[in-house]
């Protein structure tokens, strides 16, 4: 999820912690800047994993999209070595990471394109 707008593992946030916070969870992201409404288009990153075929089993799907939506908005232009340490400590057991990072390296374009 992303906290203030910061990638954060939810699993280590306490609901105290975030009172008073802005939480965005993966559900949220069609809302956001560039999302659409909601309800509407996905959002960029989203779209990409889509594309890209970034989607496995879906367990570690929204923190990877997450931890990429934080990622891009910090470096909206990041190699794929930047990429694959910005989902350092995000496991996915299904995939080698190799369609995770092209769907982050798409969705950068698709901003470079849009911007």
């Known amino acids: 999820m992303l906290l203030d707008g910061e990638s954060v593992k939810s699993c280590t946030v306490l609901a105290a912690q975030a009172s008073g916070h802005e939480v965005t969870t993966v559900e949220g ?3 956001m800047k560039g ?3 909601v309800g509407g288009q996905m ?3 989203q779209r990409a994993f889509h594309q890209e075929h970034g989607l496995q089993c879906g367990f570690c799907t929204p923190g990877m999209v997450m931890a990429i939506v934080s990622l891009l908005k910090e470096n909206p232009h990041p190699t794929e070595e930047q990429v694959r340490n910005g989902l350092e400590g995000n496991l996915c057991r299904c995939t080698g990471y ?3 990072v092209r769907a982050a390296l798409a969705a950068a374009d ?3 394109v849009s911007a």
Request: no cysteine; glycine share 14%; charged share 20%.
């Open 29 to 31: 992201l069609a809302s």
């Open 98 to 100: 190799h369609n995770i």
């Open 35 to 37: 999302g659409g409404e």
């Open 43 to 45: 959002h960029p990153v």
């Open 110 to 112: 698709a901003e470079k």
